[in-house]
């Protein structure tokens, strides 16, 4: 089934530890997403991609890291988790940047304690 | 920069209609997307907004003011498996993703 994927679906972690959150899509597309989304403050995002190789800084990007390497992966990484950073994360990507429909993967609860 | 205001919730009856009103100020629009999120689950696509009008789906429809800065998804006959936020979302020139409101969570009641 064609998509985009997440793992793992819901971590508990402890600070300080690092974490990689794994996004995988077979749909092609080109631009890719993370976004992070917390009760009262919607969906923010974290870094983007608009093309394999290349990666941008979003809105909240402290704290956090992504490579490009391929089209079809687009992992987040916390180098040294915070609790500030328990959330839900939610990878997305869409066939080009900007006005393009965008198909979300089911999210990653994080709770960092 | 951009602003997006949303209602933060509303409620609404089985087999009525209900509007989910959206607002937004920014430098430079590309068009507005409308997006039904269910507790625990992904955001899904509903539809997108470009040019000034109404765009009618099925039940749900979304109107769109460039002039005014306004949207609305316009939900008809609603059905218990509505309740959801219904999250308004800016494509801004330039930008690399899209903006989005805080949502507004929808409950539809019997």
Sequence with gaps: IAGITQAPTSQILAAGRRMTLRCTQDMRHNAMYWYRQDLGLGLRLIHYSNTAGTTGKGEVPDGYSVSRANTDDFPLTLASAVPSQTSVYFCASSQKQGASEAFFGQGTRLTVV | ?110
């Design chain 2, 1 to 110: 920069g951009q602003n997006i205001d949303q209602p933060t919730e509303m409620t609404a009856t089985e087999g009525a209609i209900v509007q989910i009103n959206c607002t937004y100020q920014t430098s430079g629009f590309n068009g507005l997307f409308w997006y039904q999120q269910h507790a625990g689950e992904a955001p899904t696509f509903l539809s997108y907004n470009v040019l000034d009008g109404l765009e009618e789906k099925g039940r749900f429809s979304s109107f769109l003011s460039r002039s005014k800065g306004y949207s609305y998804l316009l939900l008809k006959e609603l059905q218990m498996k509505d309740s959801a936020s219904y999250l308004c979302a800016v494509d801004q020139t330039g930008a690399n993703n899209l903006f989005f409101g805080t949502g507004t969570r929808l409950t539809v009641i019997p």
